[in-house]
């Protein structure tokens, strides 16, 4: 019991140490050829989670009933949240028609309901602290059937303001032997 209490206060000291970070959601957004878009979220899961699911119930209350939920119900809900975001995102052409289906790799459950466990912890060790989540990962590829010089983006309400940074990479290639290569930004 001790060692439990000890390793469930350590990792919410964890969680606090990182709270100086930027906690804006972010997107990337690279297209890797003409047509292959490759998007990055990073998402504050467990706000944007509490905002779809029950955005009426204090935080806490949210954490506590969904960090505890059976494993099998915990992924039914959160498989409806991704579906419902994943239908409210739009990646659109500069003319707003569609450029095609993205595909979509979202974490998977029990990755999330350990997240929430974590934030339950940090605001259960220090509840007058606003707590700190680390960015979730979640990725998309789009392949258009033409060539996609812009694009409009649009993320659900829920997970409020995005940093969206955008860009077409270039790369050269590195020979062994081959005097330094030039890299231009």
Not at 1 to 6: E, G, K, S, T, Y
Not at 12 to 24: I, N, Q, W, Y
Request: charged residues 20%; glycine residues 2%.
């Amino acid at each position: 019991m001790l060692r439990a209490v000890c390793t469930l206060s350590l990792a919410a000291l964890a969680l606090c140490a990182s709270a100086h970070e930027s906690t804006d959601n972010r997107a990337t957004l690279v297209l890797r050829e003409p047509t292959h878009l490759v998007v990055t979220l990073y998402l504050a899961y467990g706000e944007a989670l509490h905002r779809t699911l029950a955005p009426q119930q204090p935080l806490v209350d949210f954490l506590a009933t969904h960090a505890t939920m059976p494993a099998e119900e915990f992924a039914r809900v959160s498989a409806a949240a991704q579906a419902r975001w994943q239908s409210t995102i739009a990646l659109r052409s500069a003319q707003d028609k569609p450029l095609g289906d993205a595909i979509w790799a979202w974490p998977r459950p029990a990755e999330v309901q350990q997240l929430l466990r974590m934030r339950l912890m940090q605001s259960l060790a220090d509840p007058g602290r606003a707590a700190h989540e680390e960015p979730t990962e979640v990725r998309a590829e789009l392949r258009s059937s033409k060539a996609i010089s812009a694009l409009k983006v649009a993320f659900p309400p829920e997970f409020q303001k995005v940093i969206v940074v955008s860009y077409r990479p270039s790369q050269v290639s590195l020979e062994p032997g081959k005097p330094a290569a030039l890299v231009q930004f």
